[in-house]
């Protein structure tokens, strides 16, 4: 029982980091509108987290195995935070802005 708390703790402390740290996406100064691919990764790198969560708990819930689905969970979290963030990352805009300066 304390095994699958804490394990549920830890999840809980994966989803709130990924979280904040998805709001660094929305936070980041714009110089055009995002693009589909863009607002997927904004999309993902804030409501994922809490997506993947609820997933966990489902399938804990109609499992039975606590820490198994903990343990999917912060996986889920975590890949689903990431994908956001790469997702949500401006490309590149053709090379350093000092290229060329001597």
Known sequence: MLTAVLAWLAVLAVCVAAVLVGQTVRTTPRRRPRGPAERLGLFLSLSGP??????????????????AAAAAGAIAVTTVAVTGLVLAAPAPSGGSPRAGEG
């Open 50 to 67: 809490w997506l993947s969560v609820l997933g966990a708990l489902g399938y804990g819930a109609g499992t039975g195995a606590w820490v």
